[in-house]
Structure formats: structure tokens, C-alpha cells
């Protein structure tokens, strides 16, 4: 009899109504396509929440104006001025960035020893490529005494296509070897960054002329995209200095917690030619960000250009939901054109498209 009454006061189970069942229904696909078209933007979005931002860099103030001794800079930095120079050697991996390296070239070319320049006949996701240092050589002539090259022959099989990394790697090795070749010693200093990482002669005076800097160092560099029109604030670190010792390789990863000041500038995506923009966004080793066909559109990459605007319609790489929020939608032009390399203010016409104004390119 109880076990009959306890049954009669159990409350039955509720079916969910045919309205729940249709939103559900609906609801099932609508997330499938979205994280199929905005997977990308989806995480980005939520890495405040999967992800912690690296621990800070101790930044070393950088000291520098016009018409201060060398040995006055050194003692405001900590450190002691040399009777004599070190040499300077600069290190990079070249793809196709031409114009920077034009840029790069002259204006460091009274402080460097020796510049290393190793480039492939393939892209690192295997497209085969031209050796472009080597078909420009005559904008380097002016450079050739101080120039070590060599060409790493790729492989265009396609076999690193699903692994671009390891080919980088690879190059970077090769750099290494060839960084040697070029006579460096122990004691030398090596500034290892990519093409459009440039170090101001201010950095490479200071590396040349102070003793007790670090051996091993960062630099800081303000950043851009597509020109010095869209500045996006002090977060470029990859570039190092070295006091090269046996040992010393090549990586573009963090090294060390120090970093120094504003050391520069690193002008990212920065090309004269829409076909140029096309060419890295499939060759560069994070190329699986051009997720549809329609990004190399060359058409979209003019718009997305002048109204700095994101490439892969990615949102910013940022650890905290206030950072986030700071940097949703376009990048705020800027019309100024000081503290940029002297070069290219010297030569302003021919690079009218890295200055303000400038944002319409070629085909």
C-alpha cells in the first residue's frame, strides 16, 4: 500500500514543448556555421579567458638627442664607453621586402661591419619563388663591400606546405653557418631580427660604443602596418642584439626578460605592390589565415589598406577583455612623419607609399 502511495505522489517528467525543441533545432546549426565562417574571431575574442600574457620585459630606458657625446650616453645608460668600436653585424632571413631593405641598408650602412642576408628560391610553405635579393642587386651596390649572401635552395614539392615551420627552421640554421662564414667573432655584437625589423642608428651606436650592455637583449620597436600612416604603439620584441659567442644562433622567440626602449622601427606588411601583399599572406609560415579566396582579392586588399582595417578579418591578439575592447575596429591614421628612418624622409617621393597620404598602391 506505501509503495503504492509513493508512486502516486511522484510528479511526472515534463517533454519539453515543440517550441524549445524547434529553437534547439535551429539553434544546433546557426553555432555549427559560426564556428565554421568566425572560428578565428571566436577565440580571439575569448583568449582573455584560455590564455595568460607572458610574463613583462624589464625594459631598459633608452637615452638619446642630438649633439650628446657617445660617452655621455653610455654613462646614462649604466654604462662605460669604449676607446674603441665593436663590430656590428646584422642578421636576417630575406623573403621579398625589397623596399625596406633598400630602407634597412642605408640607413644603418655607416654603423654595420658586415650585413648577413640569406634568402630560398622557395616560400616557407614550399611556393616556389624568385631569389629577389639577387635580381635587385643594383640597389645594394652601394652596400656590396659589406654584404655576405648565399641562396638556400628549397624544396617546391610541397611537402613543408602542411608544416611551414620546419623549412623556417631550417633557414634559420643556414643562417647560422653562414653568419659564421662572414667572420664574426666573439665579442662582435649581432642584431638578429626580420627585414622590416629595423634597429635606428641610436641603438647600433650605443651597441658599438658602450661597454657592460647586455649580452643578450630585445629591442623594441614601434610598429606599423602597411605604412608609418597606421603606427600601433611599442609591441614589436622579437629583434635581438648579441654579443655573439660561440654558441649564438639565430631565433625570432623570446630570449631574455630584457628589452630596450623604442630601438626602432618594424614596419609589417609594408609593400609597394598589391601583388607583394598577396605573395606573403600565402608564403609567410601563418599563412592558413587566408581561410578563403576572396582575402586576395585585390580589390579588398586596397580597401583594407587604406582604412587599416585587419587582412585576415582577424581581431587583435590581446590578453585582457579591457585591451580587447581598446583596439576593436580600424587603426587611427597618423599624419605624422617625424622620428621615422632618414632615408626614407630624404627620399620621400619614391617612398610616398610608407608615408602618410601614400595608402593607394600598384597592381
Known amino acids: 500500500m506505501a509503495r503504492r502511495l509513493l508512486k502516486a505522489v511522484v510528479p511526472k517528467r515534463k517533454l519539453p514543448s515543440v517550441a524549445v525543441l524547434i529553437l534547439l533545432l535551429l539553434l544546433f546549426p546557426a553555432c555549427v556555421v559560426a564556428l565554421f565562417f568566425h572560428g578565428h574571431k571566436i577565440s580571439y575574442f575569448l ?13 631598459i630606458p633608452h637615452y638619446y638627442a642630438e649633439n650628446v657625446s657617445m660617452e ?3 654613462h646614462l645608460h649604466g654604462w662605460t664607453p669604449r676607446l674603441h668600436p665593436r663590430r656590428v653585424f646584422d642578421a636576417i632571413i630575406f623573403s621579398n621586402e625589397v623596399d625596406l631593405l633598400e630602407i634597412r641598408y642605408h640607413e644603418l650602412f655607416p654603423y654595420v661591419h658586415k650585413f648577413v642576408i640569406l634568402e630560398s628560391n622557395t616560400t616557407f610553405t614550399g611556393i616556389r619563388k624568385p ?8 640597389r645594394f651596390e652601394f652596400a656590396s663591400s659589406k654584404i655576405v649572401h648565399d641562396a638556400l635552395l628549397g624544396d ?22 653562414l653568419l659564421r662564414r662572414s667572420g664574426i667573432s666573439p665579442g662582435d655584437v649581432v642584431i638578429m631580427a626580420d627585414t622590416d625589423e629595423i634597429a635606428s642608428p641610436q641603438t647600433v651606436q650605443l651597441l658599438q660604443w658602450c661597454d657592460g650592455i647586455p649580452p643578450l637583449m630585445h629591442l623594441e620597436l614601434r610598429e606599423y602596418v602597411y605604412s608609418f600612416e597606421f603606427p600601433v604603439g611599442c609591441g614589436s620584441w622579437r629583434a635581438t642584439a648579441h654579443v655573439y659567442r660561440q654558441g649564438t644562433g639565430y631565433r625570432h622567440s623570446r630570449q631574455t626578460d630584457l628589452i630596450l626602449a623604442d630601438a626602432g622601427w618594424h614596419c609589417s606588411f609594408c609593400f609597394r605592390r598589391i601583388e607583394d601583399f598577396v605573395f606573403k599572406m600565402t608564403a609567410y609560415s601563418h599563412a592558413d589565415r587566408v581561410r578563403w579566396a576572396s582575402f586576395l582579392d585585390h580589390s579588398r586588399i586596397q580597401r583594407i589598406i587604406c ?11 590581446e590578453y585582457t577583455f579591457r585591451e580587447l575592447f581598446q583596439r576593436l575596429g580600424p587603426i587611427p591614421k597618423s599624419a605624422s612623419a617625424v622620428n621615422l628612418p632618414s632615408y626614407l624622409i ?8 610608407l608615408l602618410p597620404g601614400g595608402c593607394l598602391r600598384s597592381e
Open 307 to 317: 582604412g587599416g582595417e585587419d587582412l585576415f578579418d582577424m581581431l587583435p591578439e
Open 47 to 59: 583568449r582573455p579567458i584560455w590564455d595568460t600574457p607572458p610574463r613583462p620585459f624589464i625594459r
Open 131 to 138: 631569389l629577389y635579393f639577387l635580381e635587385n642587386l643594383q
Open 156 to 177: 617546391s614539392s610541397r611537402r613543408w606546405h602542411k608544416d611551414p615551420f620546419r623549412f623556417e627552421s631550417r633557414q634559420r640554421k643556414a643562417l647560422d653557418a
Open 72 to 74: 655621455q650616453l653610455c
Open 346 to 353: 630624404e627620399n620621400a617621393e619614391r617612398f610616398r607609399f
